[in-house]
């Protein structure tokens, strides 16, 4: 994919935390703000590409920073051509390793070259990537954190009637396992039989007790059940998803293609979830995305719901969005969703733009 004609000039970075219009409580911590780093690709052809990274915190995001003034120093000049510039980033920053906190702010990188180089182009990113037209489905992840069963019934009826959803995820981890069934039934009941329930434990167990946890969830109606145990173990999550019925999903935390395929060879799930802040951007999705095809594994996004309704649209065994509103209130215009769908804008790039305004009210020194 080339033809863009934009050259690299630099880098604009700014530090923004959102309040949350619903607190989100798992087990790992309870979050009441989101804070994005927004992330400005310069070209000396006046196009700019957007893409933000998702760092938890401010202090998070201001470790993005160091290496993607890296990655400006070394391709300032460049042509756009975004997988050519993304194996040069990972390459010129192996001494930092090829995941964690290198192979986020390269995604970042990524995500915004491509950006620019569908702008240029004229063409939505997904059509760019030979994408199908339509509505992704998607199912809303904005909320429904540990809580009681009661509180958390009522907030799935909330979150499926905001955009007319018919899938809504479930966080599990609380104190014991009676309290995880109890939640999960009190949904279901309130849902009905028709709703698609999903559900995620945030790494939370140990393996002994999330065969526990995961055996007794079972006929419990949940579409899968998400990293019970912590995320790189693939030998143990082999041994979970051989001895369970529910189908397992992990994937949010590979970083890279090559965590896929090891994750497809070791057989650690069902199901298959990247995360485009780790996986790679756009670049790493659609390489991990030919892995997926290959093993014929479903892929569905982790967060970031504007460029991932991108990168389903052009995943051959797309699966399920998962939607959230954090970044909203940043957004000029946030990614809309209708009758459980999001429909991708027939706009230049990614659609990615920022409300100035609330860019500057939320704004905090990096």
């Not at 019934?153 to 809504?168: K, R, S, T």
């Not at 946890?213 to 998803?241: K, N, Q, S, T």
């Amino acid at each position: 994919m080339t033809g863009s004609n934009l050259t690299f000039r630099g880098l604009t970075l700014r530090n923004v935390e959102v309040p949350l219009r619903r607190p989100l409580l798992t087990r790992i911590k309870t979050f009441e703000t989101m804070a994005f780093l927004l992330i400005d690709l310069l070209t000396e052809e006046g196009i700019t590409g957007h893409a933000y990274l998702f760092g938890y915190s401010p202090r998070g995001n201001a470790n993005f920073i160091s290496p993607l003034r890296q990655i400006e120093e070394m391709l300032k000049g460049a042509a756009v051509e975004p997988e050519a510039l993304f194996d040069r980033a990972r390459a010129g920053l192996s001494l930092m390793g090829h995941s964690g906190i290198a192979m986020m702010a390269i995604s970042g990188f990524d995500m915004a070259c491509w950006d620019a180089k569908a702008k240029a182009e004229g063409r939505p990113l997904f059509r760019l990537l030979g994408g199908e037209a339509g509505s992704i489905p998607a199912y809303n992840s904005t909320g429904l954190g540990i809580m009681a069963p009661d509180a958390a019934a009522e907030e799935a009826l909330e979150l499926l009637a905001e955009g007319g959803f018919g899938a809504v995820k479930i966080r599990l981890g609380r104190g014991t396992l009676e309290e995880d069934v109890a939640a999960v039934r009190a949904v279901r009941a309130a849902v009905g039989d028709d709703v698609a329930l999903p559900s995620d434990f945030n790494q939370c167990l140990d393996l002994g007790e999330a065969l526990k946890r995961c055996r007794a969830l079972d006929g419990e109606g949940l579409y899968w059940i998400e990293e019970p145990i912590v995320y790189d173990d693939f030998g143990g999550m082999a041994r979970i998803a051989a001895e369970i019925e529910t189908p397992v999903q992990i994937g949010e935390n590979f970083y890279g293609p090559g965590d896929m395929a090891r994750a497809i060879t070791a057989k650690a799930a069902d199901y298959m979830m990247p995360d485009a802040e780790r996986i790679g951007g756009v670049t790493g999705w659609l390489r991990a995305a030919v892995l997926a095809e290959a093993a014929g594994i479903p892929v569905s996004s982790h967060i970031f719901p504007e460029i991932s309704a991108h990168l389903l649209a052009a995943t051959p065994t797309r699966q399920w969005l998962e939607y959230v509103d954090w970044a909203n209130p940043i957004l000029a215009e946030p990614l809309a969703v209708e009758n459980g769908s999001a429909v991708i804008a027939e706009v230049p790039g990614t659609g990615i733009a920022w409300n100035e305004a609330a860019v500057g009210r939320y704004a905090v020194d990096l």
